[in-house]
């Protein structure tokens, strides 16, 4: 017969001591487990959008730099890190599962994997289908982070946040991070998801230190559609990355784009992510952006 493993996920609370907005649930994160010293960034965007293509490029640019870098997938595909690593990590909640859940077990090779150039990368991966919450996940896998000791030498941390989904639990992240950065393209259905993503930003920025720090249009020739959104809501463009083929070849070959062939529309991405890097550790300026309504949206964007 079989069994029912119930693994220890924790319930929603909904509203309590510091509640980020009204009828919101949330997973509340012990408050002292903070990441540190660290420029720690959260990236979100619809699915599909090149969230892990563009966090673990953005990665590798902060690693040219010098800096010592952690990034942190947040999705159960766990693929975020594979064009850092080249292989699927295993995920902190796939390993706790195989020590019944005693975090006092492991070591830090058991969850923490170095790729390309020194980048170190973890994959959080998320709870069983229709179970449990991202929230907790997020929330173990920066203590078992801090309990190694392990976010004392890191200088930059990025989360790569699952899809465009902006619940309690999967906007925890949020709750760690310095600035969150929101990839869209030139579409309805992507700056639409961008509008959700900035009203969990500012619900989370009403009580955590987390604000907008700009958009990243990706996958997209033009940007007039984001320029109608940004000038509208208080956004700005922080970096565009074009739909090129080298991109998407690079995603195939499991490698980065400081590790394709030589072409002058490579060369432009490049020097594109080196400097949206550059930006990011100056500090962008906060963006107190406002979202718009549902039907404002319908309103805004499309040929005049």
Not at 160 to 179: E, I, N, S, T, Y
Not at 183 to 212: C, E, H, P, W
Request: with cysteine.
């Amino acid at each position: 017969m079989n069994e029912t493993v119930t693994l220890p996920f924790p319930k929603l609370k909904s509203g309590g001591g510091r509640p980020d907005g009204e009828g919101s649930q949330q997973v509340q994160l012990d408050p002292n487990v903070k990441i540190g010293n660290a420029k720690v960034f959260a990236i979100y965007g619809k699915g599909g959008i090149g969230k892990s293509t563009t966090s673990s490029n953005l990665s590798a640019a902060f690693s040219k730099m010098g800096k010592r870098v952690l990034q942190i997938g947040c999705d159960p595909k766990h693929d975020s890190t594979f064009t850092l690593t080249k292989k699927m990590l295993p995920t902190v909640i796939d390993i706790l599962e195989t020590v019944d859940f005693h975090a006092e077990e492991l070591r830090p090779e058991d969850f923490v994997f170095e790729g390309y150039n020194g980048v170190m990368c973890v994959e959080a991966g998320g709870p069983p289908a229709g179970t449990g919450c991202g929230g907790y996940v997020v929330g173990q896998t920066v203590k078992l982070l801090k309990e190694h000791h392990l976010l004392e030498d890191t200088d930059v941390v990025i989360f790569d946040v699952l899809g465009d989904v902006v619940c309690g639990g999967f906007a925890a992240p949020l709750q760690h991070a310095d600035r969150a950065m929101i990839i869209t393209a030139n579409d309805f259905d992507s700056i639409f998801a961008m509008n959700r993503i900035v009203q969990a930003i500012g619900a989370k920025a009403k009580n955590y230190n987390v604000r907008l720090g700009g958009v990243i249009a990706n996958r997209s020739a033009a940007t007039d559609q984001i320029d109608k959104y940004n000038a509208r809501t208080g956004l700005k463009l922080a970096a565009h990355f074009p739909d090129l083929d080298v991109i998407r070849r690079s995603r195939l070959k499991k490698s980065t784009i400081f590790e394709m062939e030589d072409s002058p529309a490579l060369a432009a991405v490049q020097k594109e992510y080196m400097r949206l890097a550059a930006s990011l550790w100056l500090g962008p300026d906060p963006l107190p952006a406002v979202p718009l309504k549902d039907r404002d949206i319908f309103d805004l964007l499309g040929f005049d």
